[in-house]
């Protein structure tokens, strides 16, 4: 049966675990509709012209796992940022994990979907946000027909939250092929400051497909800063929907990392509803092998004086393939936006290929909008003063691609996350880097 | 100083008429409206053309029945009625011409208002004029001269009859004419157009031109111009085009085909001046054009163009460097007013080792209109050392208007190079304050602006169409242009 069907047909199913008398469910049946019309995008999507989900699309997947896999910290501490004190919540599977996990309700409330959903306390807030800025398209729509669990964060007012909050999604391997759809809510109120890092790991080769959908609102000079850690098996595959919308003088960040996974799409949407605003999305894509990343940016200036800065560097070895899909849409009212973006690629084999198309759509007159996009190699001279100094070859190259993706690091504002981002490109490139930043 | 504001500006370009609307009253011979197989049998036997011409045809029409009008340019447009259409047209004194006496005065009165008329042209440095109205040819110059150079330049339907080798090679290798809605519909019933063959190692002495009017009310233009450079030879091709006020929409599909081969070199350059709709963006002409170049071994094609007129443009000058070495160059300036919509670009497919391309793209927007870049470059993974550069930058005046930018690079080469930049700016108060400081006023600091911002594009015009360009931009954007 093809999978779509399949998701068709066990929605009923579905509807046998949760409470069909919420209001969220006829969101849901609203959705499931959308998906059964539009269906998964193809390559004649201009949006999907460089990016075909067939080959993720064929596995049988497991759509609700039925065991619980429980997990030993220990098996997977070096998938956390474990040096730092922080907010955990875990799944396994695509089911909470309570004994891996911390999370709050002091102050602030770190906890999860599935309680933010049926729990009457939640009622208004999953009223007022929940599925008010995801897109309606069909993978979307899709998430949002399942959505059950996932993590949900809501920082009052006046809150500088004092840790980060990790979120974290293992699978082990328990079905021969899973697909997962995590649902996230994030809502940060006035003056609110937060740090959020997530990651998808599979944990065995069994095949995993991940439809996740985040939300976010950052209210009224709220600070977001949200990091991606993508660094999967070969096997496992993620479509991450993230939805970002800020209100004026709100700051929005989101570091993007892609250093593995057989395909990775990156759906990243930002809407400025308020003046004043920045928005910054920053990655770095180091891959090999048949890997596939891509990312397709939105950022829609619909206020005046606003900011947006997107900087994504690229690295492609093997027969690895890049997509870099950036658009800007500058509305009429939104005088004075300042637009940046900036897409820089460097192929190392001949099997490598990028496909990028940084767009802009233009229709306010008072503005400063650029963007820049190269793809090249590694600059010989360069090259050639590190190898005269005695540095080998491979550090040589090493040192520079480091320093050609660094810049994106320099916004990190977790010293531990720099850290690890660092060792993982120190791996990726195969060399050690001869000091500690 | 007078106070010349952007605010005066703006109000000049709404009120702006467009000043070359004109009329010819010529008789014509005009197919009756509609398509079929019988109207394409038609033209081909009016035009005295052989088998395999009228064949070629069908097999077109037949290919486009089967095709759709394309819907992914960012342009609306009433669809027009392709059954609506006459698709034959040619002025009724036939008879060719040896001297400009013995032309129509009438339309020798045309081309004086467009300030091209032939004696003007004649005594301009050697530009030997193909002058198209409507469909048929009725005037050529300078043909000996060129004869003696063993160059061909005639209008197609008479290459067809001359030269039916030569056409037959290459006609549709470029461009085949299945390629697109718009060019298999202009393989069908194309009626005239320019053939040019320069031989062997010749540099043409002269700039070859051509203008191509659109003059008979609900008549398409479809015209196909066939370029071929033999080996080492260097031809520079200017075109240009007005068109009278119509109300109705005219359509028109051109396709160009360009073709160099080793070591030759192609200039080509349009000043594309066709109406473009009154104020409230009634009329216009809707301009769907497919020009495309091929690049041997060390070739070079340059596009030059100038697009300040037509509702719509949906143009894409590409080149496909086929050859090592070879380099494809696009320059372009779009300029919109009113209601027009233009969505134009290019596409630089390196095929070849060490190959070049250049794109420089100048969008200017005013008033309500819409001026899209978009622009395809792909390095395929055999393309050694390619290197590509690419610039885009608009320029918006008032916030009505729209610019967009819709680049695609593809890159399978890692030894490729790509550089692509884009910037979108209005005219600085602080720039024309620099000015007016000075004592410049406003007026002249916009045009100073202006100009400054489409030098690029406009030194790479040949010297006779720089000025025919100065002026199509002072219609677009009178006042803003010294």
Known sequence: ?????????????????????????????????TFETEGFP?????????????????????????????????????????????????????????????????????????????????????????NKIAAKDGLSSLNTAFSAEGAYIHIPKNKVVEKPIQILHFSTGNESALMLQPRNLVVVDENSHVQIIERHQSLTDNP????????????????????????????????????????????????????????????????????????????????GDKQHVDHNTLVHHIEPNCESHQDYKGIFDDKATGVFNGKVIVEKEAQKTNAFQANNNVLISDKASINTKPQLEIFADDVKCSHGCTIGQLDESAMFYLRSRGIPEKEAKGLLMFAFSNNVLDSVAIPEIKNRITKIIAQKLGVSIGFDL | MSKYTEDDLREELKTKEYEYGFYTDIKSETFPKGLNEDIVRAISKKKNEPEWMTEWRLEAFRAWQEMTEPEWANVTYKKPDFQEISYYSAPNSKPKYDSLDEVDPELLATFEKLGISLEEQKKLAGVAMDVVVDSVSVATTFKETLAEKGIIFMSISEAIQKHPDLVKKYIGTVVPKKDNFYAALNSAVFSDGSFCYIPKGVKCPMELSTYFRINQAGTGQFERTLVVADKGSYVSYLEGCTAPSRDENQLHAAVVELIALEDAEIKYSTVQNWFPGNAEGKGGVYNFVTKRGLCEKNAKISWTQVETGSAITWKYPSCVLKGDNSVGEFYSIAVTNNFQQADTGTKMIHLGKNTKSTIISKGISAGKSQNSYRGLVQISPRAENARNFSQCDSLLMGNECGAHTFPYIEAKNKSAQIEHEATTSKIGEDQ??????????????????????????????????????????????????G
């Not at chain 1, 999907?48 to 497991?62: A, C, D, F, P, R």
């Not at chain 1, 599977?93 to 979907?113: A, F, N, P, R």
């Not at chain 1, 990392?257 to 990655?283: A, C, H, P, V, W």
């Not at chain 2, 911002?453 to 931009?473: I, R, T, Y």
């Open chain 1, 1 to 33: 049966m093809e999978l779509k069907d399949k998701l068709v047909s066990s929605f009923m199913a579905f509807e046998d675990m949760v409470d069909i008398d919420s209001p969220v469910h006829n969101i849901r049946t609203e959705a499931i509709k």
């Open chain 1, 42 to 130: 193809t390559k004649r999507q201009e949006a999907w012209k460089y990016t075909s989900l067939n080959s993720i699309l064929k596995h049988n997947y497991s759509v609700f796992p039925k065991h619980e896999n429980a997990l030993e910290y220990g098996d997977v501490k070096k998938y956390f940022i474990h040096d730092i004190d922080s907010y955990k919540i875990i799944f396994v599977d695509g089911k909470y994990s309570s004994h891996l996990s911390q999370t709050t309700h002091e102050g602030i409330d770190v906890c999860l979907m599935s309680a933010a959903l049926t729990k009457p306390k939640y009622r208004l807030v999953i009223e007022n946000y929940f």
């Open chain 1, 208 to 287: 995993v497909l991940t439809n996740c959908v985040t939300e976010i609102f950052a209210n009224k000079r709220a600070i977001v800063d949200y990091y991606k850690i993508q660094n999967d098996r070969q096997t496992a595959s993620l479509i991450d929907n993230t939805f970002i919308n800020q209100k004026q003088e709100s700051i929005a960040k989101v570091h993007t990392f892609s250093f593995g996974g057989k395909l990775t799409r990156n759906n990243l949407n930002f809407y400025q509803n308020g003046e004043r605003i920045d928005s910054t999305m920053k990655g770095i894509t180091i891959i």
């Open chain 2, 432 to 481: 024309i304050f620099y000015c007016n400081q000075r004592g410049i006023d406003t007026e002249k600091a916009i045009a100073l602006i202006v100009n400054g911002f489409s030098k690029d594009v406009l030194n790479k015009l040949p010297m006779e169409f720089a000025v025919e360009a100065q002026k199509l931009l002072e219609i677009s954007l009178e006042g803003s242009v």
